[in-house]
């Protein structure tokens, strides 16, 4: 103030507090020039009231704060990315599944990791502009960690606002156990219809609840001159 008082000087957009008659703290946009009135110096204010607009600035803090909260302590690994740029942030989850540091991570595609080829990105981003940007749930995608190990995840994506962009918001589920116990299953299932089919004995399977046949071997439909059409679901 003291200088402004002693020459020409301008200050633009000060971020002050000050107080109303009844005492009630507001934010305020202060600008000040020297101006010369009748020969002498005078100091030309402009006040303007930004305490709504603070009190939303702080909300929207809070908000964000309790959202990466959520994020980073999230069991589930999520990501949230720029489809060109690549990675903004990954949670402690997404660097344990995929065995890398948040500083291997940050600002690299999923390409340039290695841990997805493009195709997977494409499908996902074809996805989501299909859906015209709600979002995309349970996508099936083979991925690979650090070290080269494959990955079945199951992943969900939709896009977001955040600091004035639009980023997609991602959750990766490892379903590679999942995957492989149905594997087994699956490969468990075939050995035992391959046995069933070429028993020598007449087998079949029935539904307890009805006696429906669900299935007959080769053996069963020879013994009773059906064909497999005429004896399953009666």
Avoid: W
Avoid at 20 to 34: A, F, N, P, V, W
Avoid at 45 to 66: A, F, G, M, P
Avoid at 211 to 221: A, E, K, P, Q, Y
């Amino acid at each position: 103030l003291q200088k402004a008082k002693e020459q020409s000087y301008t200050i633009h957009n000060l971020d002050i507090k000050l107080r109303d008659s009844h005492g009630e703290e507001k934010d305020i946009l202060s600008s000040t020039q020297t101006i010369e009135l009748n020969g002498e110096l005078h100091m030309l204010n402009t006040l303007v009231d930004i305490t709504e607009r603070k009190e939303t600035e702080e909300l929207v803090k809070k908000s964000n704060e309790r959202f990466f909260k959520i994020f980073n302590l999230s069991p589930v690994p999520t990501t949230i990315a720029d489809f060109e740029t690549g990675y903004r942030f990954v949670n402690d989850a997404f660097l344990d599944l995929f065995l890398f540091t948040r500083k291997d991570v940050i600002g690299k595609t999923s390409a340039e990791l290695n841990i997805m080829d493009a195709e997977g990105r494409t499908k996902i981003f074809q996805q989501v502009v299909k859906e015209k940007g709600s979002s995309v749930r349970n996508i099936e995608l083979k991925m690979r960690d650090k070290n080269g190990k494959p990955l079945d995840i199951l992943s969900s994506s939709e896009i977001i606002e955040l600091g004035g962009g639009n980023f997609f918001l991602s959750t990766m589920l490892d379903i590679t156990e999942r995957k492989h116990a149905e594997d087994l299953l699956r490969k468990s299932n075939e050995r035992f219809f391959q046995i069933f089919n070429l028993s020598p004995v007449a087998t079949s399977i029935s539904e307890i609840a009805t006696g429906r046949f669900s299935h007959v071997n080769d053996t069963f439909l020879n013994l009773f001159s059906f064909t497999r059409e005429q004896i399953i679901g009666k």
